[in-house]
């Protein structure tokens, strides 16, 4: 059974950090990535990496405050997402996200976790 389990949101002021982490488990896939969703908007890709390579890519918004980056360690698929600089309208629902495909066809999602900047 494929579980894709997201941690590390929450509260913080403008200009301050937080590091996301998702944990795969159940298969191995080409690419797993960020997206987010703000009220009243629709869902929105941050950042990929895809798996062998580590090639990244991010969206222009977050470019220079972002860092998404991935590891195996203790036989864990784990995919993180280093957010620095936050501003207000990174605030939002943040889902961790698997595709067996290059950049595409995310057909595996976790159950998002929530990052609030306060102004």
């Known amino acids: ?16 950090s937080l590091r996301l982490s998702c944990v795969a488990s159940g298969r191995t896939f080409s690419t797993m990535a960020w997206f987010r969703q703000a009220p009243g908007k629709e869902r929105e890709i941050v950042a990929g990496i895809v798996w062998s390579s580590s090639n990244t890519n ?7 405050r972002f860092t998404i980056s ?7 698929n784990t995919v993180y997402l280093q957010m620095n600089s936050l ?8 889902y961790c996200a698997a595709a067996q495909s290059i ?14 900047v306060s102004s």
């Open 103 to 116: 950049y595409r066809d995310y057909n595996y999602w976790g159950q998002g976790t929530q990052v609030t």
């Open 1 to 16: 059974q494929v579980q894709l389990v997201e941690s590390g949101g929450g509260l913080v002021q403008a200009g301050g």
């Open 58 to 64: 991010y969206a222009d918004s977050v470019k220079g």
């Open 70 to 76: 991935r590891d195996n360690a203790k036989n864990k």
């Open 87 to 94: 501003k207000p309208e990174d605030t939002a629902v943040y």
